[in-house]
């Protein structure tokens, strides 16, 4: 016979957090000796060579020798019990090391038998089976284990399973400890939030919706993520904000998508034309010939387009002052606004910012969020990106003004220049 301290070589399972133990640490009872017979030992001593070498198949089959052999000791079963653990879960024999750590409810510490049951979870999430992953991981957080050390593979398992209330709430405690931290979300929380929404058919009726899209479009301002934001404040949208819509796609890069960019920029310039902004116009359409979108097939057409929005761009700068006049006698804001937007689309912010502040001011008109919108707009424009944001931040939620205020405010915030 032999003593247990012949057996004391550190075991860790690949990566997966099984503790480093010293099998002459575990606690026995006073009557139970800690020696385990040669017999037993050799294939226990061919099984730590094994996992010491990461051959954890071959540690499974020398410890599979040790079980057949009869008589055993429950110290001795102790041994083969943890060291299968540590061999079965990197192996991912997840069953093998379920059952062995079954074996050894009751004769393990505390601490220990919570890195069996995280590392057995893995294991399972690792082998498709989320229902035990799902078991062993809930048996983990129960016994007093971290949750949050947990929560990934409770989301993920969750999502897996089909299980998509319980991934939604994991991935959501997720996102918002990272917030409280003070860190950035991580990525990929966000999007099995939002997957989850989804797959729940909750996309119109959760207000988490839109506000994991603006969290996404925030840390991560990728094109799709502002393409998909920017769809479903589309929908809240009134054909009044048409026009506001296209100049925030045109600023996130969103508004060229390559289905038919032709027609969209002939549209977009043609509102601008109808709505008495055709200096803004002519940018648009000068966009348009920069990115080859025109001058293709429709060229004639584009061209006629140019001409005429060169000619009214022409009659309305020589109309401005007059037009300014009226505005500064009409009965409310809005058309001061406008006036001042006209000038600011035109690349004149000096001019046009002090006419749409005097409109706010005054206010009056039948749409002021309109019109404050319209003013943070025009800071971004001219670069003021800590008054866009304020004067953003003030815009009601009529119509859906105050959700394109706020992706104002998140391209504001980005550092992103017009």
């Not at 992953?133 to 409770?154: C, T």
């Not at 060229?299 to 006629?304: F, N």
């Not at 002052?321 to 505005?327: C, I, L, M, Q, Y």
Request: aromatic content about 8%; charged content about 25%.
């Amino acid at each position: 016979m032999f003593r247990s301290r012949l057996m004391s070589l550190a075991v860790i399972g690949a990566g997966l957090g099984l503790p480093v133990f010293s099998l002459t640490s575990v606690a026995y009872g006073a009557d139970e000796k800690q020696t385990i017979s040669p017999e037993v030992g050799k294939p226990l001593q061919d099984a730590q060579a094994a996992l010491k070498g990461g051959n954890y198949k071959g540690a499974l089959n020398s410890l599979r020798q040790a079980e057949a052999l009869p008589n055993r000791t429950a110290y001795e079963n102790q041994v083969i019990g943890q060291l299968s653990i540590a061999a079965a879960v990197p192996a991912g024999e997840c069953a093998v090391a379920a059952k062995s750590a079954e074996g050894l409810a009751g004769r393990i510490s505390g601490e220990t038998a919570l890195v069996y049951d995280k590392g057995i979870g893995e294991c399972f999430l690792r082998a498709n089976d989320y229902t035990q992953s799902l078991i062993w991981l809930d048996k983990y957080v129960k016994a007093g284990g971290n949750e949050e050390a947990v929560r990934p593979f409770l989301a993920q398992a969750a999502y897996l399973k089909g299980d998509y209330a319980t991934a939604k709430q994991e991935s959501q405690a997720l996102v918002q400890a990272d917030e409280r931290a003070g860190r950035a979300p991580v990525e990929k929380n966000l999007l099995l939030w939002l997957s989850c929404i989804i797959k729940l058919n909750a996309r119109d009726t959760d207000p988490a919706y839109g506000s994991i899209l603006e969290k996404l479009v925030t840390y991560y301002p990728k094109h799709d993520y502002w393409v998909d934001l920017q769809s479903s404040v589309q929908r809240k949208l009134s054909d009044r904000l048409t026009l506001d819509f296209l100049r925030l796609q045109l600023a996130t890069g969103t508004l060229a998508r390559g289905t038919d960019d032709e027609s969209t920029y002939s549209d977009f310039a043609q509102r601008s034309l109808a709505a008495g902004y055709p200096g803004e116009a002519q940018k648009i359409v000068q966009a348009a010939y920069d990115a080859k979108i025109f001058g293709g097939a429709q060229a004639a057409r584009e061209s006629r387009l140019k001409a005429a929005i060169d000619t009214k761009a022409a009659e309305d700068k020589r109309s401005l002052p007059g037009v300014e006049s009226e505005a500064e006698n009409a009965k409310d804001g809005t058309a001061l606004v406008n006036t001042g937007l006209d000038w600011v689309l035109y690349g004149d912010t000096a001019k046009g910012i002090p006419l749409m502040e005097k409109g706010v001011q005054k206010g009056g008109g039948k749409h002021p969020d309109d019109d404050k919108l319209h003013l943070g707009f025009a800071y971004y424009v001219a670069g003021q990106k800590d008054k866009a944001i304020k004067t953003l931040g003030s815009v009601g939620p009529a119509d859906g003004a105050g959700d394109l205020a706020r992706l104002w405010i998140i391209l504001a915030k980005s550092g992103k220049g017009a």
